[in-house]
């Protein structure tokens, strides 16, 4: 069963232009929600994570906004750059099981010149 | 910082021989890590979850005589693929948790491409 649900699973987006990738889950006890992003053949690295206490936190380009009463957060790169082309993985994770990450199914994203 | 190294970056290996991964924490002393497996345009998929000094908690359906894990370090964690088959073939990649109160972030490794012949 996914945990994390994760749309879309392709995107194309224009230089400049906003990207913006979906994730939802069912299990309320999840309490921290990170993404990563994954160039092809390396690890996934950090980009942002957010905790259930606020609804939305920004860093640089990137913005995590985080709706608890629809379990649903979102991930929006503005002024996407060709070289954010990669793939975006969202996860949520919860203190009681050891900090294990559920991963959503990922999404490529292509930003084009 | 919390830099996380994997060796070897890839790897050839004949089907029937064993292979070993290391996964490596540079600047932290990592309690817990976690190995995972992400087949191509695939999300990742946790195998394992590694305690040092402690026996390693297998997911459902990874077996765990044929992937072998050992955390004999706070630096340190190696998979070994036994009796490997191509199917074994994929991207393996750890990662590895601070040991800080409260603290949530995992920090992944470059990956270990694999490849049973």
């Known amino acids: 069963q996914q945990q994390v649900k994760q749309s879309p699973q392709s995107l194309i987006v224009q230089k400049g232009g906003i990207s913006i990738i979906n994730c939802a889950y069912e299990?309320?006890?999840?309490?921290?929600f990170p993404w990563y992003q994954q160039f092809p053949g390396k690890g996934p690295a950090l980009l942002i994570a957010?905790?259930?206490?606020?609804s939305e936190k920004k860093e640089g380009r990137f913005t995590i906004s985080f709706n608890k009463s629809a379990k649903q957060f979102s991930l929006h790169i503005m002024d996407s750059q060709p070289g954010d082309s990669a793939t975006y993985f969202c996860a949520a994770s919860r203190k009681d099981t050891g900090n294990q990450f559920y991963f959503g199914t990922g999404t490529s994203l292509t930003v084009i010149p | 910082g919390a830099v996380v190294s994997q060796h070897p970056s890839w790897v050839i290996c004949k089907s029937g021989t064993s292979v070993k991964i290391e996964c490596r924490s540079l600047?932290?002393?990592?309690?817990?890590m976690f190995w995972y497996r992400q087949f191509p345009k695939q999300s990742l998929m946790l195998m394992a979850t590694?305690?040092?000094?402690?026996?390693?908690?297998?997911e459902q359906g990874v077996e765990k005589d044929k992937f072998l894990i050992n955390h004999a370090s706070l630096t340190l964690s190696t998979l070994t693929v036994t009796s490997a088959h191509p199917e074994d073939s994929s991207f393996y990649i750890c990662?590895?948790?601070?040991?800080?109160?409260?603290?949530?972030?995992?920090?992944f490794g470059p990956g270990t491409r694999l490849t049973v012949t």
């Open positions: 590694s305690n040092e000094g402690s026996k390693a908690t297998y």
């Open positions: 600047d932290f002393q990592a309690t817990t």
């Open positions: 990662s590895a948790s601070l040991p800080k109160p409260g603290s949530y972030e995992q920090y």
């Open positions: 299990n309320t006890a999840f309490d921290y």
């Open positions: 957010i905790r259930p206490d606020v």
